[in-house]
């Protein structure tokens, strides 16, 4: 645990991220929490009034976890997209659909509070796209042969839709081992160029 002393040298960028970081550890252990501000400031080891410094209310607070949870995906497909190495598309394709679903079924509040409320209505920087963001590394895809050419942007919305059902199912009981197979036939089947199966 960091000292009283040490925290009083953090930068305001960086006592700010472990606030929010503190709020994603709370909302994805599911906990049940009566008071979030508190909760937060006693998981980040901050003072309550530390919260207020950066962050009018709760809801605020959301939109930057948010923000964060939203910037991871967009970040991964942005550099897929902009790789200038070989990619097997095929296997990152699975693992971000995968991780996709695991997020969304993870028990706990993560995925509903910022998914699910009056927080996903809040705006939203152009940068954090994540339907654009998979359209760019699937046009990557296709101009590297990878994948079949289809509108790109419908073919994210359409995967998005499919990972987001997929963990809403996996959350209310299914089996997710049989939801990611069915993701990757449908992938397959529906993405692959003509040719050998991959």
């Known amino acids: 645990m960091a000292t009283s002393r040490s925290r009083r040298r953090l930068s305001p960028e960086a006592r700010r991220n472990e606030l929010i970081d503190a709020a994603i550890r709370l909302l994805e252990s599911g906990q049940e929490v009566t008071n979030w501000v508190q909760a937060v400031t006693a998981e980040a ?52 659909c995968a991780a996709g679903v695991d997020t969304i079924a993870r028990p706990g509040g993560i995925h509903d509070a910022v998914l699910h409320s009056n927080v996903a209505l809040a705006p939203m920087d152009e940068e954090l796209d994540m339907i654009a963001a998979l359209a760019a590394a699937l046009r ?34 299914e089996d997710r081992r049989r939801w990611l197979e069915t ?3 449908l992938a397959r089947h529906w993405l692959a160029p003509p040719g050998p199966a991959n």
């Open 140 to 173: 990557r895809g296709m101009a590297d042969g990878a994948f079949r050419p289809v509108d790109p942007h419908i073919a994210a919305r359409i995967l998005f839709t499919v990972v987001h059902a997929a963990g809403d199912a996996i959350a209310a009981g």
């Open 183 to 185: 993701i990757r036939d």
């Open 45 to 96: 080891d901050s003072a309550k009034g530390t919260f207020y410094v950066y962050f009018s209310s709760w809801e605020e607070m959301l939109v930057a976890v948010r923000d964060r949870v939203l910037r991871g995906y967009v970040d991964r497909y942005r550099q897929l997209a902009e790789s200038t190495g070989p990619v097997d598309w095929w296997a990152a394709l699975d693992a971000e």
